[in-house]
Structures are given as structure tokens and as C-alpha cells.
């Protein structure tokens, strides 16, 4: 970016610069203020971001004449997008007003406003963007798009060419006035003709100048910048030499990019590429792999993802050789990594939802409107196509090929996918205003961080250390905010293994990448705390189509979730990781999530068992032996234990899992004796509630129910139902 240095007269009531609301980091519930840009129109200077300080306050009536008093503003996007970008020129607050008022003539007079909006209109809504938290009406203008700018500007350009007030000069030039100089043409031309004075300095200039009374100081003014400040005087920084012991000029070809290295350094980069275990590329993943994309990504979800080299393939190309062969090619991951755009022939994903989060956020700041993030099932694909990056980066650094730092980042959580990734491993998409309103609905959701998360700034050195020493703790609004994550994320509750996987995969990245607190609780606590999450979970869920299997399937997920987060990042794929993890559980009294819950449901099984036997039932006899008085004379002997047999040969199949019984039965051919004693028993052991009984009447009234039993029910088939 070019500078120049000039002279600004500090006594002058105009030399100050007034600037521009400070930039703020963005976050999801509080958004960036204004991010300053320049743009460029056709055959128009920039449109710089830079605001002018009125030193007199014009009335409104000076400004835009008389207004009725009652007369509203209804203010739009668009209006506020042109307020936004009048601030921004080098201009006086009228020339503005006067723009503003020739662009929105018409909507000004629909809204009874026929002599134009004033001055106080203008400053008051502009005002509105300082507020704390920033409206909506004003994220959308932040947020704008160059586009919409663009399109703005050129109605802005329009309306200052109409008005005779298009500057003839580019507008991100300095208001920073120069002087033409006071000496004369003839005191000039007698300098050049005079010789130096002997011990005179060539220098110094022969035409003794008086000093000024009036102070100066050197300001630093920058082409993009909002504001002219003062630069601070700095030794100036002496350029990087090479490293003393650095005496061998290696140039990698064919790019030509030249480094010094040590002697034994470029030894290593003469020697063929090593030995790489298959199994630390080719992970055993089982959990969820995360994508982020946009409008301006090459690699868009269209019937799953395809690489952009192999856009427009009919046929599927073939798998790519062993790391360990001659014709891997390292070239293609190396300039992946290196960061230089090519059309790849693999798909880059992510195995931790934070850092998909925080680039989410990144990319929000540099424009992107259409965010989203995709989640991927990772065990629906093929295992020896999926690379992770960290072994990759190893062997790269050793050629010393990389630039512009690339060798810092070690992928740590980077999983290269080759060719495509199918429609059936895509499992939801969310975009990141979907984010966004979730953490301004929800202010547990808002407080695990988001707001630092999207600070540019390394994230395992200084991000997630500022989340940790603000020690969020598990508590339960935290918890039901972990919740609300994953249920915003699109997984939903069930019983499945693999889903199992899943969502403890997203319990432990949040735990983990937001660095919350997890302290010692005992089982009783933790069976406490993963039941509200499996109640916020399925808070939004059809609760009868909720059984007891998947609310204890989403209490282990979230257990294990939070114990994984107890190790360090990728535990899963090391030894080390994996007994780091279980020492800390183990501390946390969480080292066996499955034990806590299995104790639980055995508690609640003796329970039971021990209250059925105290309160069990038998129906009398006499009931079981009598049959209907209509029926025919077809009884049974009481040790026949042949079946019931009705006249369509069906078998007495009577269904009433509320009851318990061991035999499946159904209610629509319920015999008259046997429905009898069912109604009768109203005993706490068997709690016959209004809904069974429901369901009996309605059999009653079946077309085919008045078919009558050949036989009463045998005691050999009692014990069988009971």
C-alpha cells in the first residue's frame, strides 16, 4: 500500500481528520461495524473511506428547506447503504444532504417530505450503526455485498453529475493542503548562479528561511485509510538477512523459488521421499467430517461434492497410487498447501466443527453473503480415499518448497478427500446466517464465545487460551446450548451406532474448541447433566416418537463427547492421545460413560421387577373357564394347550406393551371373557389407562369383531400372557 508523508498544520482549525467509527471484530451476535473499502466505478476516481468533520452546524431549514413536522422517514436498505457510503466522501454535510435528497427524491415525497430530509434526519439515523448491539436494519448494510456498493456509487455518481458537484479530482487524495513555496523566481535563478561559500555544506540552502512560529508534525497518510493519523517516529526495521550457517542457494524448480539453506538442510532435499505409514494417511474415521463453502468456491455441494478437476467426467478416473510409490503425486497436495488456487483433484474437509466455525467467520469478514458448512458422514467413505494432511506436511518440509509461510501449517485437522464425496455421505447443510440467528436468539449459545472466535489471531496460541481463562462451565444452559448447536447443525436424535458417533463427535469439538471447563462430578451428576441434553435435544421432537433406547443413546453420545474433549486434539488417532484422554476422564470420574448409564437402568430394573412381583394380578377362574354365553359348545380341556382358533383361522394376537405382557396380542380380536377381566384390573401393577381402553372400544366396533371364541382361555395360556 502506498504512503506519503506531508505537512499538517496543527494550529489549523481544518487540519485535524475526522474519522470513522473504529473497526470491531466480528461476531456472530454483536456484527463488525463498518469495514471501510474502496471502490472503483467506471470512469470515476475511488469512492475512499473517509468522513469529514463539519465545524458549523447548519438549521435544517438552511439545509433542506421547510419540512412538515409531522412527516416520517421510512427508511429502507437502500437509504441506508447511500448514508453509509455520503459518509464516506470528502465532502460537507450539505453536499451530501443534497445528494442523499436528489437520489430518493420520490421515495422523500411519498413520505410527505416535499422539500427533502434535513440534516438532523441524516446524523440521527446514521447514528443508529453506533449502537450497541447493532440493529438488524444496519448488520445487512455492514454486511453489504461490492456489489450492492457498486451499484450504490454509481447512483451516488449520477446524482453528483446532476448537481454539478462531481469532483474533478480522485477522492482518496489528501485534503492535506501544500503550499506553493515564497521564494521568488529571481532569488531562485540568483542561487543557482551564485557560487557555495567556502565551508558551506552543498546541502544547506544559501537563502537564510525564517522559522515558523507555527507547529508541525509529520503525518503518515495511507491511500485506504479512513482517518489521517500520526505516525509514531520508529527506527526503521533493517531487512531479514540470511542466516549466517545458511551458505548453500537452493532453487526449486520449475517454479524457481530460491532459499538458503545449511548444508545438511539441502542434503535433505536431494534424498527420495521417505517411508510413510499407510495407516497415519488412511485414519479409521468414524465420526463426522465438516466442509465450508460459498458462492465463490470452485467446489459447490451439487449431487454431492466433485473435485473441479473432474467437472464433466463420465466416468470415474482411478484411485491414486500408494504414498509410498513413485507416481504419488506430492506435487498436487504441495501446492494445495503452499495456498495457490489451481483446480484440484481433491476436496479439502475438516474433522473439527470449531475451526469450520472460525473460518466461517473469517470468510464472513472478507464478504461472503452465502456461508454454509456441510456435514459429511465419514464412515460412508471409502477409507483409502480420505488423507490426512499432517504426514503430508511432514515429508513436504523437508524439499524447503514452501512460501509465504505455508510451512507453519501442518493440517492439523485437514482431511483431503480424493474425487468426490457422494450425496449419500451428505447428511444437512446449515449456512452461517442460520448461525448467526441462533446466536442472537440465544445468548447461552452467544456466550460459549463466538465472539472471540473470529479474532484473526493464531487460535491455539491465543484464541483458545482467552477462552479458557474465561472458564465456562457445563451447566446446564451451557449444556442445553450444545444442544441447540448440534440440533441447528441438522443431526436429530437416534438410536443408530453410527449416529451415536456422530453426535458425540460435535459434543466433544464444541467442548473442546471452545475450551470449556469440565470439572470432577460425581455419576449421579453426570447422569443429571446428559439428561437435559437429551431432553433439549428432542425438546423439538415428537415425543411418542421418542423411545427409551434413543434418549439413552443421546445421553451416551453426550458423555462420551465430553470425555474425548479431555485429551488433545485427534486423540483418538494415537496411543498417547488415547491414554491422555482416559487419565484425565479417569480424574473426572468419567472414564466409563457406558457404566454410568448401565448402572442407572439396572437400578431401575431391580426396582421394577421388585414392584411387579408386589403387585401382581391374576384374573379369577371362573372368569378364564366361563366363556360366552353365545358361543358354541367347542370348550377346551384345561391341559390342552393348543391355540385359539377363530373362524378366519387367526391366532388370538393381542398387542399391549403398556401392560407388559410377554406375548404379542391383538386388541381388534379380543375375546369378550378375556376384555372383561382387562377392564377389571385396575390394580397399580397394571395400570390400565384410558388409552388401552380406548383402542378396546374401537375393536368392539370393528365389522369383523362380533366373530365369537370357540374356547375359553387355559390356564397354560395364562401363564404364557402373564
Not at 458422514?377 to 512460501?403: G, T, W
Not at 391341559?639 to 387367526?650: F, K, L, T, W
Amino acid at each position: 500500500m502506498a504512503t506519503r508523508s506531508s505537512r499538517v498544520d496543527l494550529t489549523s482549525p481544518n487540519s485535524r481528520g475526522s474519522q470513522l467509527p473504529s473497526r470491531a471484530a466480528f461476531s456472530l451476535s454483536t456484527p463488525a461495524s463498518h469495514r471501510p473499502s474502496t471502490l472503483h466505478t467506471s470512469g470515476f476516481g475511488p469512492l475512499t473511506s473517509h468522513s469529514s468533520s463539519v465545524s458549523t452546524h447548519l438549521s435544517s431549514a438552511t439545509m433542506a428547506g421547510t419540512s412538515h413536522r409531522g412527516a416520517q422517514v421510512r427508511w429502507n436498505h437502500e437509504m441506508r447503504l447511500t448514508l453509509c457510503l455520503l459518509w464516506e466522501l470528502e465532502t460537507d454535510m450539505s453536499k451530501r444532504l443534497a445528494v442523499f435528497n436528489t437520489v430518493f427524491k420520490d421515495h422523500l415525497d411519498a413520505c410527505g417530505l416535499a422539500d427533502g430530509a434535513t440534516v438532523t434526519r441524516l446524523r440521527v439515523q446514521y447514528c443508529e450503526r453506533s449502537k450497541t448491539p447493532l440493529p438488524k436494519c444496519w448488520q445487512a448494510v455492514t454486511n453489504a455485498s461490492e456489489v450492492e456498493r457498486q451499484a450504490m456509487t454509481i447512483k451516488i455518481r449520477e446524482a453528483q453529475a446532476s448537481l454539478g458537484e462531481l469532483p474533478s479530482a480522485p477522492l482518496a487524495r489528501s485534503k492535506v493542503p501544500n503550499p506553493p513555496t515564497s521564494t521568488s523566481i529571481k532569488k531562485r535563478a540568483y542561487v543557482q548562479l551564485q557560487d557555495i561559500a567556502p565551508g558551506q555544506s552543498k546541502n544547506e540552502s544559501p537563502i537564510p528561511v525564517k522559522r515558523s512560529k507555527k507547529r508541525v508534525a509529520i503525518v503518515q497518510v495511507t491511500a485506504h485509510s479512513a482517518s489521517v493519523t500520526v505516525a509514531p517516529f520508529t527506527t526503521p526495521r533493517t531487512p531479514k538477512t540470511r542466516r549466517v550457517d545458511a551458505t548453500v542457494l537452493h532453487t526449486c524448480s520449475p517454479s524457481g523459488h530460491q532459499v538458503w539453506l545449511r548444508p545438511d538442510e539441502y542434503a535433505k532435499t536431494q534424498l527420495d521421499w521417505s517411508h510413510v505409514d499407510e495407516a497415519s494417511i488412511h485414519l479409521n474415521l468414524s465420526g463426522l467430517l465438516f466442509r465450508y463453502w460459498d458462492e465463490n468456491s470452485s467446489i459447490k455441494l451439487e449431487n454431492g461434492f466433485i473435485a473441479s478437476h473432474f467437472k464433466g467426467y463420465n466416468i470415474d478416473p482411478a484411485p491414486l497410487p500408494s504414498i509410498n510409490s513413485r507416481h504419488f503425486p506430492w506435487a498436487m497436495f504441495h501446492t494445495h498447501l503452499n495456498r495457490t488456487r489451481f483446480e484440484a483433484e481433491t476436496i479439502s474437509t475438516s474433522n473439527f466443527l470449531v475451526w469450520v466455525f472460525r473460518l466461517a467467520l473469517k470468510m464472513r469478514q472478507k464478504g461472503a453473503r452465502h456461508g454454509r458448512i456441510t456435514l459429511i458422514n465419514a464412515s460412508a467413505l471409502d477409507r483409502d480415499q480420505v488423507y490426512h494432511m499432517p504426514p503430508i506436511h511432514k515429508e513436504l518440509c523437508k524439499k524447503y518448497a514452501f512460501e509465504n509461510g505455508a510451512q507453519n501449517y501442518h493440517g492439523s485437522h485437514e482431511f483431503q478427500v480424493y474425487y468426490r464425496i457422494p450425496a449419500e455421505a451428505v447428511l444437512s447443510t446449515i449456512t452461517v446466517d442460520e448461525l448467526a440467528d441462533l446466536c442472537s436468539r440465544c445468548p447461552s449459545v452467544n456466550a460459549l464465545g463466538f465472539a472471540v472466535l473470529g479474532a484473526s489471531r493464531d487460535y491455539r496460541t491465543k484464541i483458545r487460551p482467552q477462552l479458557q481463562d474465561a472458564k465456562v462451565a457445563l451447566t446446564p444452559k451451557v449444556v442445553c446450548a450444545i444442544a441447540k448447536i448440534i440440533s441447528t447443525c441438522g443431526l436429530r436424535p437416534a438410536a443408530r451406532v453410527e449416529h451415536i458417533a456422530q453426535i458425540a463427535h460435535m459434543v466433544s469439538d464444541i467442548v473442546q474448541g471452545f475450551g470449556l471447563y469440565v470439572n470432577y462430578s460425581t455419576a449421579t451428576e453426570w447422569r443429571q447433566i446428559s439428561a437435559i441434553f437429551a431432553w433439549e435435544m428432542t425438546r423439538t421432537v415428537d415425543k411418542f416418537s421418542i423411545d427409551l433406547q434413543q434418549k439413552e443413546s443421546l445421553r451416551l453420545a453426550f458423555l462420551d463427547g465430553v470425555r474425548w474433549s479431555c485429551g488433545p486434539f485427534n486423540a483418538r488417532y494415537s496411543v498417547e492421545g488415547v491414554s491422555a484422554t482416559q487419565k484425565r476422564a479417569a480424574r473426572l470420574s468419567l472414564a466409563q460413560p457406558l457404566h454410568i448409564l448401565l448402572d442407572e437402568l439396572a437400578s431401575v430394573k431391580s426396582h421394577l421387577t421388585a414392584y411387579a412381583g408386589e403387585h401382581s394380578v391374576s384374573p379369577p377362574p371362573s372368569l378364564l373357564r366361563s366363556g360366552d354365553n353365545n358361543s358354541e359348545d367347542l370348550s377346551l380341556s384345561e391341559d390342552d394347550s393348543a391355540e385359539i382358533v377363530y373362524d378366519n383361522d387367526g391366532i388370538c394376537d393381542i398387542q399391549v406393551p403398556e401392560i407388559g405382557l410377554s406375548c404379542g396380542m391383538r386388541l381388534s380380536v379380543l375375546m369378550p371373557t378375556y376384555r372383561t377381566w382387562l377392564l377389571g384390573c385396575q390394580s397399580p401393577g397394571w395400570a390400565l389407562d384410558g388409552v388401552i381402553e380406548s383402542e378396546i372400544r374401537t375393536a368392539e366396533r370393528s365389522s369383523w369383531y362380533g366373530r365369537k371364541c370357540r374356547g375359553s382361555m387355559t390356564p397354560s395360556m395364562q401363564a404364557e400372557y402373564m
